[in-house]
């Protein structure tokens, strides 16, 4: 395909060629049916097929235990923000909450809306440069569970290692969910938007512990209740179709490939290439503490805003798509997913050391 470019969004991200490919086809006719993907009732047995394949294939690829359960929600990852204190923080108990960027800020703020939130470790000074160890703060002892982001999307840090407590975690994992593999029975509840790991915008997972489910309080909206999704299926109501089609062939893609031990691998490869770009001059500077760095979005700045401006321009039209950073810390930033091709990190680099060359600071 000639006319692809490498796409290095951080969201909406790069789907597997191969993925599309079958979509394009599907979407007008899935499997004999006559009838297109996105058309078919979510009643069919066509359908139903795909979601329960797309389910058992993140279980087996995930690990998720027996004791979980897994939803196809709407409302994007920001809807879980509020339906998680919603659903499992009762008036006058507390949580946790690591507050490590953008992400876990919102998160904060809706989680006060319903009950106390505790926050021992902030890196906001530091423009939320780096994600803290074990030991760099002190959990609550009455905290309901422990809240964390993963990977930080836009400021390029990720947790090596998750918090060590016995309190149940809750990871909103939108932008690393399979990129490595995760211990889910120390989680109550793992939350990922599809559109940057698993697939096209529009769908939801969450992975909650089943004894949860019952303790949502009863005078929520039905719609806004774990439990309602959980018992149906997530067929409570009509579910995002087209884009838990996509997921499943996403995941399909990913089996085929090795599953998450060969996409880490490859990830730490692909992030290994960039790093070593960034480190080999003071030329380019990441923004992320080299022991908080993230494998899936790689934050850089330059020596100044115009030649930041100029490196995103001359790269874009080398068919270097998608590397302006977000607005909140500028700069540049590579977002190389699960899905992002190795040769797209290769001719980044290469990029990098002629616009250097070209380009003296
Ligand atoms: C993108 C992102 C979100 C927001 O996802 P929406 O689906 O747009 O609500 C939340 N958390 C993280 C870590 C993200 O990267």
Redesign the pocket.
């Known amino acids: 395909m000639a006319d692809r470019i490498f796409n290095f969004s951080?969201?909406p991200a790069v789907l597997p060629l191969e993925v599309l490919q079958q979509a394009a086809i599907d979407i007008v006719n899935f499997q004999n049916t006559g009838i297109g993907i996105a058309e078919i009732s979510h009643r069919s047995k066509e359908f139903i097929k795909v979601a329960e394949t797309t389910e058992q294939l993140l279980r087996e690829l995930f690990e998720i235990p027996n004791n979980y359960k897994v939803l196809f929600l709407q409302?994007?990852?920001?809807?879980?923000?509020f339906m998680i204190p919603m659903n499992l923080l009762a008036a006058g108990k507390k949580a946790t909450y690591l507050n490590t960027?953008a992400?876990s800020k919102?998160a904060i703020k809706e989680a006060k809306l319903f009950g106390e939130v505790v926050v021992p470790f902030s890196s906001e000074e530091q423009k939320f440069n780096r994600v803290p160890v074990n030991g760099d703060y002190t959990i609550d002892k009455d905290s309901e569970y422990v809240y964390f982001?993963?990977?930080?999307?836009?400021y390029g840090t990720q947790f090596k290692e998750f918090p060590k407590t016995e309190k149940m975690l809750i990871s909103?994992?939108?932008?690393d969910i399979l990129s490595r593999k995760v211990d889910v029975s120390k989680f109550g509840l793992i939350f990922a938007?599809a559109?940057?790991n698993l697939g096209p915008?529009g769908v939801?997972i969450v992975i909650i512990r089943e004894d949860l489910l019952d303790r949502s309080p009863a005078n929520i909206p039905t719609m806004l209740k774990y439990k309602t999704h959980a018992e149906k299926d997530s067929m409570f109501n009509t579910p995002p179709c087209f884009s838990i089609y996509i997921v499943g062939e996403v995941l399909k893609w990913l089996k085929k490939n090795g599953g998450i031990s060969a996409m880490d691998e490859v990830n730490k490869e692909k992030a290994g290439l960039l790093y070593a770009a960034i480190d080999e001059s003071s030329y380019y500077r990441g923004h992320a503490e080299p022991a908080s760095r993230s494998l899936m979005n790689i934050s850089f700045n330059l020596a100044t805003p115009e030649l930041e401006a100029k490196f995103i321009a001359e790269a874009t039209k080398a068919g270097l798509n998608g590397l302006k950073g977000h607005r909140s810390i500028g700069g540049c930033r590579a977002s190389i997913y699960n899905a992002f091709p190795r040769e797209g990190v290769v001719k980044l680099v290469n990029f990098m050391r002629e616009f250097k060359a070209n380009n003296p600071a």
């Open positions: 951080p969201g409302g994007g990852a920001s809807s879980q923000f960027g992400w919102k982001v993963s990977n930080n999307t836009i909103d994992m939108s932008s938007g559109q940057k915008a939801t």
